[in-house]
């Protein structure tokens, strides 16, 4: 799911490497703290295309190492821009 409303979008680095073709996770970072109060260091943004039901979105994504909770497959939805 696309929150458009939301600051940031953010997905896990492994994210990148099922992308066709595979995405390359920028070296620009950024520090941003969490609603627990905790640090994260994301790495992006990227702009990628996602590709929904026939309709194309372009959309800017933050990379994380982080374990973070995505769908099994969205790989399948982005394309690199």
Excluded: W
């Excluded at 929150?3 to 490497?17: M, N, T, Y």
Aim: with cysteine; glycine share 6%.
């Amino acid at each position: 799911m696309l929150d458009s409303g939301a600051e940031i979008s953010v997905v896990p680095e492994e994210v990148a490497k099922h992308c066709n073709p595979p995405v390359q996770i920028p070296a620009a970072t950024r520090e941003i703290r969490t609603f627990g109060n905790s640090v994260v260091t994301l790495f992006g943004p990227t702009p990628l295309e996602l590709q929904i039901c026939g309709m194309k979105i372009h959309h800017p994504f933050y990379f994380t190492d982080a374990p973070t909770p995505v769908p099994d497959r969205i790989g399948q939805f982005i394309e690199e821009c």
